[in-house]
């Protein structure tokens, strides 16, 4: 190594390891991307040999198939250092393709955590063997924390690789075609994996990616939605493009996994939408309308299946998008997507619970979602008048989904059912309706609750009789913490037959309950996948049942006050576990500190002193980094993009302390009151763990350092970490919008 790291500032990974079959990876283009011809690439990590370094940072060499340079791509670990790339080396001659193979770099790496994991092991291999002693430096970003964008250098360096590209053409050259192969490392390297990319030109394209990932369980595809809504920016089209394939796949019965695969597309597609417009991105709400105005023109029109609009309703409830008016005026003349309710409703409903019946479901929660899939683009006085007639229907299921329309997800429908089951004879209310109305008479806002409480009061004077409660079953909660949307899920766990019901559950707030559903799990082998998967993507771990009782009361009451009603799977999942305790309880800050603080006094020791406190304040600056709860802690909206931009007028490079001093000052100070709350709430979280990721008590001493408003948010260093992660998703915006 000695005459290397007098020679040579970076050196290829096989040339530092000969005997090592990794550092190499190959990679198919399967037809022309930009530039970059189609056929195989090898793509060969270089790294620092110099004594000491840490650098933190890979160059990469890209060869074709004849051993020909093609791209030399500097590459940085720590997204915000002004040199973390990647790009271009601008003193090295590059190939014609070498942007475009640039791209591709940057899509796989964002799309394949391993690669990125392989080149964090071979730099502390390669530190460890020039520096003598295991790599001491912090921790690299996560795999899939950060999503990678193409930067140009900012400024200039020394050129180290004019030998690095001698050696390496001897080194690792290819064989030429029909040509001998050489000795040595080149016959003993293989690729760490291989990989085949292919450029996303059109929604064809994006559908193929979708169908081709279906088989992976649960997985995470955060680098893929990033890429989604880059390509959705930049493609006025893509709306009707998807509508009219939506259309081509569902009339090919061969087509099913097409179809299935455009469905997760525009699921997709409308929570890009739907987030955007919660963040207040400008243009958003006419894209939303553009997307719905595509849907209405090739999907909810006459002489398309009306099934197709089924599902694509179905769609828009999943992704908790608002219908808008174009999109029920276009639906109008179909009457409730389906032929058969205008002719006989009762005799549709009575076909409509066979078939579900026939799948083994044919409950009333079943029976509601179906309906609810075929009206939820109509007229709201069309489908209050249709609750009436399911309530004249003579059998109790139709009956049972009826009332459930009360938890319809617009509130002009539910206001109508209210005060149409207020009204109607106590007797068509079931024994079971009566105790879930019991059971969720507060979970409604005020509003409501005066209609139900009418209804109950009619089926007691009825002598209807109340269901008696199921009785409680044997559970596991799983939790992440709250995210940076303001959003939490549960898992909820309960033994089925041979395998396990899963209860779905998401708090968020300023939407109380936002989604509820049940999914069953076939055994261990898929119960451990979504587990696996929960702790990778959101760091969740095992909490208590209270924990789980005390945040859906805390969500039922923010919910209600925000004129917002949980889905009626949330009823299903209450009568699944047996309880009946969920009632709206708002959560009250100052209390859970009081009494956070209370249970620290009580035990006394360490952990009420100065010193464990400072420790905690310090070891919290780490954990965005570190802790998967916290990847999402940041900001990212539209006033963020105001201040910055104020703060970058007439700057040439981007000040970092200054924009993060900025975002501290303008957006999180006046949101400190909603940060307290996020992080209450997870020392809460950390408190109920079975296996808490950090103490609670560490993130109850930064959740009292931010109470305290004479403590300046830049003397905590989390909320410091979290305006420089707030900044750096400036930065990727504005890299995504290039």
């Known amino acids: 190594m000695d005459a290397m790291n007098d020679n040579l500032g970076m050196a290829p990974y096989p040339m530092i390891f000969p005997d090592a079959e990794e550092g190499v990876v190959g990679v198919t283009l399967r037809r022309k991307v930009g530039k970059a011809k189609a056929g195989e690439y090898r793509f060969i990590e270089a790294y620092c040999v110099e004594q000491d370094c840490d650098c933190r940072r890979a160059a990469i060499l890209v060869v074709n198939d004849k051993s020909k340079h093609q791209a030399t791509i500097e590459f940085g670990f720590d997204p915000d250092e002004p040199l973390a790339g990647p790009y271009l080396n601008e003193y090295v001659k590059q190939a014609s393709g070498a942007g475009d193979l640039l791209r591709v770099f940057v899509d796989l790496i964002n799309g394949n955590p391993d690669w990125l994991k392989g080149i964090y092991r071979h730099y502390k291999e390669v530190r460890k063997k020039v520096d003598g002693r295991s790599y001491r430096g912090k921790a690299f970003p996560k795999p899939g924390s950060v999503v990678r964008f193409i930067k140009p250098p900012e400024e200039e360096e020394e050129d180290i690789f004019e030998e690095f590209h001698r050696l390496l053409d001897s080194a690792l050259r290819m064989p030429q075609a029909g040509g001998r192969k050489k000795k040595g490392a080149a016959k003993t390297q293989g690729p760490l994996f291989t990989e085949e990319y292919s450029d996303l030109e ?10 081709h990932d279906a088989d992976i369980p649960f997985g995470n595809h955060d680098a893929r939605q990033t890429e989604l809504r880059s ?50 991105r400008p243009g958003t709400q006419q ?21 197709l609009g089924t599902l694509v309703t179905q769609v828009l409830l999943n992704a908790r998008v608002e219908i808008l008016p174009l999109l029920h005026d276009a639906n109008a003349q179909r009457m409730l997507a389906h032929a058969d309710f205008v002719a006989d409703p009762a005799q549709a409903l009575l076909g409509l619970l066979g078939e579900l019946e026939e799948q083994g479901t044919g409950n009333p929660h079943e029976l509601f979602e179906a309906v609810l899939q075929m009206m939820a683009v109509g007229n709201a006085k069309v489908q209050v008048n249709l609750c009436h007639l399911m309530l004249g229907v003579d059998h109790p299921v139709i009956r049972e989904a009826a009332v459930l329309m009360l938890f319809h997800p617009h509130a002009e429908v539910r206001a109508g059912v209210a005060q149409l089951l207020a ?34 009061t009619n089926a007691r004077r009825a002598r209807v009789e109340c269901a008696p409660l199921p009785k409680r079953v044997e559970m596991t909660v799983h939790s992440s913490a709250v995210d940076g949307a303001n959003a939490q899920t549960f898992q909820v766990l309960i033994p089925e037959k041979k395998g396990f019901l899963c209860c779905s559950i998401m708090p968020k707030k300023g939407h109380g309950v936002a989604d509820a559903f049940l999914l069953p799990l076939a055994g261990k082998g898929e119960r451990n996948d979504l587990l696996n998967m ?12 209270d924990y789980l009782h005390k945040r859906i009361c805390q969500a039922l009451a923010d919910g209600a006050r925000h004129d917002k009603v949980p889905c009626h799977w949330l009823v299903a999942i209450a009568e699944r576990l047996g309880t009946d305790q969920w009632k709206a309880s708002p959560l009250n800050i100052a209390a859970e500190l009081a009494t956070l603080r209370d249970t620290l006094e009580r035990r006394g020791g360490k952990f009420v002193t100065p010193r464990y406190r400072q420790q905690a304040l310090v070891a919290s600056e780490s954990w965005a980094e570190e802790q998967p709860f916290a990847w999402s802690w940041f900001e990212d909206d539209v006033e963020v993009d105001e201040i910055v931009q104020k703060t970058l007028v007439k700057k040439r490079r981007p000040d970092p302390d200054r924009c993060i001093a900025a975002i501290l000052e303008k957006i999180i100070q006046p949101r400190r009151a909603q940060w307290l709350e996020r992080l209450v709430l997870t020392t809460l979280w950390l408190k109920a763990a079975k296996t808490p990721a950090v103490p609670w008590e560490e993130m109850f001493y930064v959740s009292e350092a931010v109470a305290d408003e004479k403590m300046p948010l830049a003397e905590i260093p989390l909320m410091v970490m979290i305006a420089g992660l707030s900044f750096g998703a400036f930065i990727g915006r504005q890299e995504e919008g290039r």
């Open 202 to 211: 059109d929604m064809a394209d994006w559908i193929e990616r979708y169908r």
């Open 231 to 280: 390509y959705l920016l930049n493609h006025d089209r893509a709306a009707d493009d998807l509508a009219k394939l939506l259309v081509t796949f569902f009339e090919e019965e061969s087509e099913i996994d097409h179809l299935d695969a455009a469905m997760h597309l525009l699921t997709d597609s409308f929570e890009i939408l739907r987030a955007d417009q919660e963040r207040r």
């Open 287 to 307: 894209r939303m309308e553009d997307w719905q105005a595509a849907l209405a023109r090739h999907i909810f029109a006459a002489g398309v299946d009306p099934h």
């Open 423 to 456: 009204e109607v004879d106590g007797r068509w209310l079931t024994p079971t309706s009566l105790r879930r109305l019991i059971v969720a008479r507060n979970w409604f806002p005020e509003s409501l609750r005066t209609h139900i409480d009418q209804v109950v």
């Open 534 to 545: 929960m702790r990778s993507e959101t760091g969740a771990i095992e909490v208590s049942t």
